[in-house]
């Protein structure tokens, strides 16, 4: 994808209209100074998603997804961020300019093209084998057996692998194609000590896996019990190639991410065969990690479908592995897990197949939070005696101590602290060595570290200020940034009380000076690694009412900064009075009278 200069974006962001953009996914009705309907993002019966026009942004007061333009095209379409603004221009008509390619990026796309049309070819001829090859009845049998139909498989692109040494190599050489890139898309393997190759795929049902864009770049493959696999592994996949990387890709998630976003939540679940029969039996939330542990890459591309999801791996201890090692990444990566353990000798394909989707469902409620699965799991593995709880409560905090979002990692505290029967600040001091010392936004600054006296508090919460001038300041700059150059002046981040509304300060204070500007679709994009910060900015400013008396409400609140500002610097006097009192203090005592 080519580089987007920032002169464009910003024409991008000018010149697109955010309520035109998603009237096209989400029916739109005006109320007020707003637009209001159903997001698209959660299950929704009031309409709680409200487009901000005046402001480029939007917000849903019910699942707290918001942001600009950019950011909507990227949740409802599964975009990255440069495929969102290419989409974007191309409405607009805005040119782009292209950047000359070198010639090893040439040879990388034309290498990607090439090996994308022979994994193209390879599919729709193991497609074929499966429909119409005599030697595939051992194959329609066993899929037959495993409840699937014909509308099923077509929809996952199943195919069929003969057992032949070099039947897909003969195919591929007769269309044309050079057998050195049909090795190095996986499909084949030299011989060692003979001239030529052999099928990688043999005997085997084939699953085709699609990138985010629908490309199938790589194939899983199953063995049905034909003589002599007894002894072979029941699946083999595509080695990593110029166009798969297993880390970044899951199965079924192109297929399912409508479905996905309609029900809400997600099902994450460990092998190709689960994601298909859940399907057949109408459950098509469902994707795979391709037999890895889980990475955070996979974990970004679940999140930009929806930050639900639900852990659904095999109840023996693998799956139970599985599901503790992927708690600690879906936490940090910001989506909310929750885990769900079968009945004993049970997988999602064989559940499933013998309880059907209503089964399912039923035990779906029934799922449990990722830190309460933990918890579980500590004492079950751990035990509850002292040792034990103290290595459950290790375990359940390394999770904790992933999370960016303060506000959750605060509640979740709580709630560890409220299970295992500890005080929570104990737990919090636990944390200090934990956290990160310094949260770095993407615009490069750092937030003040608030703790104090060696004692680490729970991050404040926006939904807990008490002081609502502090909420009606913030709010005011987001919604009229016009003034922001007059409160620059007035030291915020001397005197805000609330730890997030003063890392807000700080990151629109770093905007400003950039930039000379404040413009709150890109304020969102530079908070975009700390979602906290960011949908706190969004909800500010999509409450703030319209101001009537501009020239009135400007004066009250310059008054009252001011009035906090000199309160700050009188107890920062005191404070040095009493540090210095052996030494001379007039300075200090002017200072203080001054401040009156």
């Not at 333009?69 to 975009?79: C, D, I, T």
């Not at 084949?188 to 030529?196: H, Q, T």
């Not at 039996?281 to 890459?297: I, K, M, N, P």
């Not at 001011?562 to 007039?586: G, H, I, P, S, Y």
């Amino acid at each position: 994808m080519a580089y987007i200069p920032e002169d464009i974006l910003q024409t991008i962001r000018e010149t697109a209209d955010i309520r035109q953009v998603i009237q096209e996914f989400v029916p739109l009705k005006k109320r007020g100074k707003n637009y209001v309907g159903l997001c698209p993002f959660h299950p929704d019966k009031d309409p709680s998603f409200t487009v901000n026009e005046d402001k480029q942004i939007f917000y849903c007061f019910g699942c707290g997804e918001g942001g600009n333009v950019f950011k909507f095209l990227m949740k409802v379409q599964g975009l990255s961020f440069q495929e969102a603004a290419t989409t974007l221009a191309r409405r607009y008509g805005i040119t782009i300019p292209s950047k000359p390619v070198s010639a090893e990026n040439r040879r990388k796309k034309e290498l990607s093209e090439q090996l994308l049309d022979i994994t193209l070819a390879a599919a729709e001829h193991y497609r074929q084998q499966l429909r119409n090859s005599a030697s595939a009845q051992p194959a329609k049998d066993y899929l037959e057996q495993r409840g699937l139909d014909e509308k099923t498989m077509d929809g996952f692109c199943l195919g069929w692998a003969e057992d032949s040494w070099d039947g897909l190599t003969n195919l591929l050489e007769e269309k044309g194609f050079r057998l050195e890139l049909a090795e190095q898309a996986g499909l084949i393997i030299k011989r060692r000590n003979a001239p030529g190759w052999y099928d990688r795929f043999r005997g085997r049902v084939v699953f085709p896996i699609k990138d985010h864009r629908g490309n199938i770049v790589a194939f899983g493959a199953r063995t049905i019990g034909l003589p002599g696999q007894e002894e072979q592994p029941k699946y083999i996949n595509s080695p990593e190639s110029p166009i798969y990387h297993k880390g970044k890709i899951l199965y079924g998630l192109f297929e399912n991410k409508s479905p996905i976003r309609k029900a809400g939540r997600g099902l994450l679940v460990e092998g190709y065969m689960d994601v298909v029969s859940l399907g057949q039996f109408g459950v098509r939330e469902a994707v795979a990690s391709l037999g890895t542990a889980l990475t955070e890459d996979q974990v970004q591309r679940m999140k930009g479908v929806n930050r639900d999801w639900i852990l659904l791996f095999d109840a023996d201890q693998a799956g139970l592995k599985a599901a503790t090692r992927a708690l600690p990444i879906c936490y940090k990566m910001d989506i909310r897990p929750r885990v769900l353990v079968l009945p004993q000798n049970e997988d999602p394909d064989s559940f499933v197949r013998k309880e059907g989707s209503e089964g399912l469902y039923k035990l779906i409620d029934s799922a449990v939070s990722g830190i309460d699965f933990l918890i579980s799991m500590g004492k079950t593995h751990f035990g509850t005696d002292t040792e034990g709880r103290l290595k459950t409560i290790e375990t359940t905090l390394e999770a904790v101590s992933m999370i960016r979002d303060p506000v959750r990692k605060s509640l979740l505290v709580g709630h560890i602290a409220q299970r295992l029967g500890v005080r929570e600040e104990s737990l919090w001091m636990d944390l200090k060595d934990k956290s990160r010392k310094t949260r770095v936004f993407r615009a490069g600054y750092k937030h003040r570290n608030s703790e104090e006296n060696g004692t680490v508090e729970p991050t404040d919460s926006l939904a807990r200020i008490g002081n609502h001038a502090e909420e009606k300041i913030m709010g005011f700059l987001l919604s009229y940034p016009q003034f922001m150059g007059k409160f620059t002046e007035l030291n915020l981040e001397f005197w805000l009380e609330n730890r997030a509304l003063s890392e807000l300060w700080t990151a629109m204070v770093h905007l400003y000076s950039m930039t000379g500007r404040i413009n709150l679709a890109e304020l969102y994009e530079r908070l975009e690694h700390v979602p906290a910060l960011r949908s706190a900015a969004m909800k500010l400013a999509s409450a703030f009412p319209p101001c009537n008396d501009m020239e009135s409400m400007v004066r009250d609140l310059e008054n009252y900064c001011l009035q906090r500002k000199k309160r700050a610097l009188r107890l920062q006097l005191l404070q040095r009075l009493r540090d210095e009192e052996t030494q001379d203090c007039e300075d200090l005592l002017k200072g203080l009278q001054s401040l009156r």
